[in-house]
Structure formats: structure tokens, C-alpha cells
């Protein structure tokens, strides 16, 4: 199987998981560290690209675990991580990355933070290594194997 075929149907499979789980993911924690995994998936490589804009407001606007909370509210975080990121990135993913450590305290709700940064990261068919990178060290932040995620 050619790995884009791998990622689309990982990327699948995430979103699946994550409907199933719609009413346990309700939480500030969640929704905070899921804004903020969009983020530092979106600028990963130094750039956020106006297309990675639109995938997090199309995700947003589209995902039923998301729709729990109110689109504005999820924007503004979103746009709130980016810009930590964007002043000074390796300052920046430290605050970013414990955002995303907030999770931690519920494991169903940490893998979906996981699930969320692969969906944004293979959305354009290409997860490439620096959003893996990315991936994984949030998953390290949430105390999950990478592994578990084929990181």
C-alpha cells in the first residue's frame, strides 16, 4: 500500500474513532489542547500557509466532536496558539505543547488530541515528517507511545 494510501486511510480510520467518542470529548482540556495540536500541526514546517487556515476552519466548521463547542470560541483559540507560534515558534511550542498536556488526565481524551493532529496533518494528502515530528512530541507531552498512532 503507497503510504498517501496509508495516510488517507489512517487519517479515516482517526475520524471514525473520534464520531464514536463524540460524547466523551466535552471538555475544556479537550478542547483547548485540540485547538492547540491544529496549531502547531498548521506550523510545523515555520509557515502557516492560508490553506492550513482553511482546513482547521473547515475541520471546525465540519468535525461533530468539535461542533460541542462554539466555532468562534474554537477560531479564536486556534488563532491564539498560531500567533504564540508564529512570534517565536520554539518559545511558542513549549506553551503550545502544554496546552496539549492538559489532556493528559483523561486517556480517551488525549488520543483524541492525537487523532485531531493526524486528520490536520494528512489533510492535504502529504503528513509529512515535520508534522509527524510535531505529532510526536505531543504524544510524548500526553504520555502516549508514538507508536500507537504509527509515528
Known amino acids: 500500500m503507497a503510504l498517501w494510501d496509508r495516510i488517507r486511510e489512517s487519517a ?8 464514536a467518542k463524540k460524547n466523551d470529548l466535552r471538555s475544556g482540556a479537550f478542547r483547548d489542547a485540540s485547538m492547540a495540536m491544529c496549531a502547531l500541526v498548521a506550523a510545523a514546517d515555520g509557515t502557516v500557509e492560508p490553506s492550513e487556515r482553511q482546513r482547521v476552519a473547515q475541520l471546525i466548521a465540519t468535525n461533530e466532536v468539535l461542533q460541542n463547542f462554539p466555532a468562534d470560541d474554537l477560531r479564536r483559540r486556534f488563532e491564539d ?22 489532556a493528559k488526565k483523561k486517556p480517551a481524551e488525549a488520543r483524541a488530541v492525537i487523532q485531531i493532529g493526524i486528520v490536520i496533518g494528512g489533510a492535504d494528502g502529504d503528513f509529512d515528517k515535520t508534522e509527524q515530528a510535531v505529532v510526536r512530541e505531543a504524544c510524548y507531552a500526553l504520555d502516549l507511545p508514538p507508536h500507537e498512532f504509527d509515528l
Open 81 to 102: 496558539n498560531l500567533d504564540r507560534l508564529t512570534t517565536d515558534f520554539d518559545f511558542g511550542r513549549v506553551s503550545v505543547l502544554q496546552e496539549i498536556a492538559k
Open 12 to 19: 479515516s480510520t482517526m475520524q471514525t474513532q473520534l464520531t
